[in-house]
T-cell receptor
Framework: DAGVTQSPTHLIKTRGQQVTLRCSPKSGHDTVSWYQQALGQGPQFIFQYYEEEERQRGNFPDRFSGHQFPNYSSELNVNALLLGDSALYLC?????????????FGQGTRLTVV | AQSVTQLGSHVSVSEGALVLLRCNYS??????LFWYVQYPNQGLQLLLK??????LVKGINGFEAEFKKSETSFHLTKPSAHMSDAAEYFC?????????????FGGGTRVLVKP
């Protein structure tokens, strides 16, 4: 059983560019959440998707947007990249019917903005 | 708003010694509490969780944690440290709502195990 898979694993972008990160949830899961983990810090919640809609959002600007597809996979888009967007981006999947009490995390995408 | 405080950003223990990582939380509703471990260049792995029921929770790799409502704490312990326990540990709190849930993490505690 494949767990949560994220692509790409590493990415280098220039300030002002746009980036798309991808996530496939664990088999059977229907909810995807995205987190940003800056170096030396704990992960920060960006947003959560369920039934192709954004259900909850953390304190992130509109430059951060997302999408969930019918097969439950998800994308995170960041526009107008800033140096401060450099971080590890983690995707987590869970099952809404199970109360979302256990989130499984992917390995993350390391984004470097130069 | 929820918050999590982990006391000590770095902890050094000798192999075979007790591991104690402290976590205090604030939440306006009964919390769900979690401990995750992160090895270098990897994602997060769930060690254990408290949702309801027994307040002493046992997890993987010999770790356990106790939910103490009166102290708003969820400290993580392991009786005997192993070299493989060297990693970063995150405490998290979640508020389960109909609209979904999000995890609020502490700043993490990096554990160094000395031979």
């Amino acid at each position: 059983d494949a767990g949560v898979t994220q692509s790409p694993t590493h990415l280098i972008k220039t300030r002002g560019q746009q980036v798309t990160l991808r996530c496939s949830p664990k088999s059977g899961h229907d909810t995807v959440s995205w987190y940003q983990q800056a170096l030396g810090q704990g992960p920060q919640f960006i947003f959560q998707y369920y039934e192709e809609e954004e259900r909850q959002r953390g304190n992130f600007p509109d430059r951060f947007s997302g999408h969930q597809f019918p097969n439950y996979s998800s994308e995170l888009n960041v526009n107008a990249l800033l140096l401060g967007d450099s971080a590890l981006y983690l995707c987590a999947s869970s099952l809404r019917q199970g109360g979302n009490t256990e989130a499984f995390f992917g390995q993350g995408t390391r984004l470097t903005v130069v | 708003a929820q918050s999590v405080t982990q006391l000590g950003s770095h902890v050094s223990v000798s192999e075979g010694a007790l591991v104690l990582l402290r976590c205090n939380y604030s939440s306006s509703v009964p919390p769900y509490l979690f401990w995750y471990v992160q090895y270098p260049n990897q994602g997060l792995q769930l060690l254990l969780k408290y949702t309801t029921g027994a307040t002493l929770v046992k997890g993987i790799n010999g770790f356990e944690a106790e939910f103490k409502k009166s102290e708003t704490s969820f400290h993580l312990t392991k009786p005997s440290a192993h070299m493989s326990d060297a990693a970063e540990y995150f405490c998290a709190v979640s508020e389960i709502k109909a609209a979904g849930n999000k995890l609020t993490f502490g700043g993490g505690t990096r554990v160094l195990v000395k031979p």
